[in-house]
């Protein structure tokens, strides 16, 4: 970009701010703007300047997100911060609370929202996206509205949430501004251009008009967790730039005879700068194995030296990109039409076919990338087209195990090695597996932390609460004990622990024993489903205490539940739905209603996966 001829700089002046600007994308020079514009009235003037109103000033936008790791948060303060900048009146809701009813009342909106597991709403935007899909949604004639969907494309129903809410708005009447964009799980670049195109299109075609008082319970954000704070080598660690975390000690918690393996990681955050909260997670990015990176080498015939685009625009050999910038085991519809364009396959195009997605679902059921390239050949493939289709490593999030005031500069997790067999190949997880068998100690591996205020202890730290956490899901629970254990709290704990088997899979039996003897623990029930000929799960437990449950959840305790998506939170779901008929005397229409009333006072959270 290049400044006219009759701008008031001196020659170097212009070429360092034509610099500078050349490298800017489109967010930033649209804050920069902002921002020039806000310093320059305070500026001394000679004479009169032509000035010209911003087209967007004064103009109203509701930015609704529905998020469940707090990555549609952070986006839409970002958005928040970047539609002021250029003028617009912006405020920000989530969808916990938010009701078709308020919706209505909204001349402007940007929706930013991310499908969960398998096409499933975040949790706390269920009961909003329920009421909006709902034959009794108000018309929406008066809105004017653009959708950002959030999703992976290795799940079935990619951004399902998303273009949901998209098409239902236009069936209500809306207009949309902007046309919906949907994203993976490398967010950043298409996000900006959906930001930046959705706030230009809504200039054109909105009025400035007094922003309306929409009530709702829905709370306001700007951003996604506290400031960046610089490390000891004044680097500001985070998602753009992880912190190398060294690996201080890996421990197995499986007892000899299990056939399970879950591990208990401690790494090191000294000079990283970075903390966290109860109930948040990190963000870990591993490598691929060597071994199934020489298999596809082996496969294609490629040269590992040659070189290809990696992170950032970078230069780098085949063999360092398939091992630390590419996802090269995860085989989706997207990565199978991306392939297919180079393949020229009849067999791939007939599973592509609309008509035949249950013949296309069998087919990525337990395949990996591998198999694809066995399956269907590329003669003379290069590896600059290979990772062409490829997505970028998407990073790895795990609940974290530990209190950072318990540790301080130290973060745990819980992890369990994921390994299996299928279509007669041995396979296993990228990340537990990189951190079971190529993470050695005093290793590092880029980590950051990331914020979860949806899955938050009580404000009042005397609220009783209730922790249902099976498996690995006993993670964030290990942090909330340590948490209050270390700050001498008041309200009691009850924690619901399952797992296979009592000798083998008790994972952290003795710190749990001990924080009962010194009375941190009030309640401990314990589900081992293989230790009798009949299987008893954590939602069995529930059920047993239905009445103490109910009794705790009167009295104002919080519930948690961290573990398995697919089943075992439905499970305990539909628990407390039999508790609120059986001790409270509910019809299930009212025990639905007195779960909602829970989530929505943010008393039932879940953090699931």
Known sequence: MQLPDQAPFSSEQRQAIEGAISVLTAEQNAWLSGFLAGIGGNAPRTAPAAHTAHPSKGIPLTILFGTESGNCEELAGRA???????????????????????????????????????????????????????????????????VLALGDTSYEHFCKIGRDLDQRLEELGAKRYHPRTDCDVDFEEP???????????????????????????????????????????????????????????RILLNGTGSIKETWHLELSLEGSGMSYE???????????????????????????????????????????????????????????????????????????DPDNGEELHK????????DMLEDFPIKGLSGAEFVSILRKMPPRLYSIASSFRAHPDEVHL????????AYGRQRKGVASTFIADDLSAGGTVPVYTH?????????DADT??????????????????????????????????????????????????????????NRLDVAFSRDQPEKIYVQDRLLENGKEIYRWLEEGAHFYVCGDASRMANDVHNALIKIAQTAGGKSEDAANAWFEDLR??????????
């Not at 308020?102 to 991310?114: D, E, P, R, W």
């Not at 929505?600 to 996966?609: I, L």
């Open 278 to 352: 109860p109930g948040d997670a990190l963000a870990l990015i591993p490598a691929n194995s060597q071994d199934v990176v020489d298999t596809i080498m082996d496969t294609c015939c490629f040269d590992p030296r040659e070189r290809v685009s990696g992170n950032a625009g970078s230069e780098v050999t085949l063999r360092e990109a398939l091992t630390r910038h590419y996802d090269v085991t995860g085989l989706s519809k997207n990565i199978l039409k991306k392939y297919n364009e180079k393949a020229g396959s009849d067999k791939i195009a007939q599973l592509l």
């Open 600 to 609: 929505k006072q943010k008393r039932y959270q879940r953090d699931v996966y």
């Open 80 to 146: 928040k911060e970047l539609a002021e900048a250029q003028g617009f009146m912006p405020t920000v809701k989530d969808m916990s609370g938010f009701t078709p009813e308020a919706l209505s009342q909204i001349t402007n909106l940007a929706i930013i929202v991310s499908t969960w597991g398998e096409g499933d709403p975040p949790d706390s935007a269920s009961t909003f996206y329920k009421a909006v899909m709902d034959s009794k949604c108000p018309r929406l004639e008066q809105t004017r509205f653009s």
């Open 414 to 421: 819980t992890i369990a090695a994921v390994r299996y067999e």
């Open 191 to 249: 996000y900006q251009k959906w930001i930046g195109g959705a706030l230009q299109s809504l200039a054109k075609v909105a009025q400035p008009e007094p922003a309306r008082a929409v009530v709702v319970n829905g709370s306001s954000s700007s951003s996604n967790g506290s400031a960046p704070v610089p490390s000891t080598n004044g680097q500001v660690y985070g998602k753009k730039n992880p912190f190398p975390a060294l690996l201080k000690e």
């Open 363 to 370: 087919y990525l059921w337990g395949r990996q990338i591998i």
């Open 464 to 521: 009783p609460i209730i922790m249902v956490g099976p498996g690995t899901g006993i993670a964030p629970f290990r942090a909330f004990i340590e948490e209050r254990a270390v700050n001498g709290t008041k309200g009691a704990n009850w924690l619901f622990f399952g797992d296979q088997r009592y000798n083998y899979d008790f994972l952290y039996q003795l710190e749990w024993q001990d924080y009962l003897k010194k009375g941190v623990l």
């Open 451 to 459: 914020t979860n205020k949806n899955f938050r202890l009580p404000a």
